[in-house]
């Protein structure tokens, strides 16, 4: 059936504001519905300095309402030298997605938990 949207204002303020710069952040969680862009334009000054590891939930759902494309969701990690992927693929070590294999699991719903990392830092579970 319909569902009912309801809209409701809230206060909001940007990561890169409210996390001083000499604080270490290893790890972001983001569950926004959508929103996902919002949330790492914000913090895009953090995500260069620390290069955490950004756990978030992607898809379709959500992304329609803030008319977000998994291009700029790439493009943005791509930007802070960050590489983006499944859990699965990270503990085993693989490559990250290319910008067009994260299009292709936003689109066709195959992922819609994801895993963002710095380059460098591929784990290696054997090491």
């Known amino acids: 059936g319909d569902q009912k ?3 409701f204002s ?3 303020e940007k990561l890169d504001e409210i996390i001083p710069a000499d604080i270490k952040i290893d790890l972001i969680k983001i569950d926004v519905e ?3 862009v919002i949330v790492l334009r914000g913090a895009k000054e953090t995500l260069m ?3 955490p590891v950004v756990l978030f939930e992607f898809s379709s ?3 329609s309402m803030y008319n977000t494309r998994p291009e700029e969701v ?3 990690f791509a930007a802070c030298n960050m590489q983006v992927s499944v859990i699965e693929y990270f503990l085993k ?3 990250g997605f290319s910008r067009d294999e994260f299009c292709g699991q936003y689109h066709k719903g195959y992922n819609y938990f994801f895993i963002a990392y710095p380059d460098k830092i ?3 579970p054997n090491t």
């Open 74 to 76: 790439y493009d943005l």
């Open 93 to 95: 070590g693989m490559q």
């Open 122 to 124: 591929l784990h290696h």
């Open 34 to 36: 959508g929103a996902e």
């Open 49 to 51: 300095r620390n290069k």
């Open 61 to 63: 759902g959500g992304g």
């Open 10 to 12: 809230v206060k909001t």
């Open 5 to 7: 949207v309801e809209t």
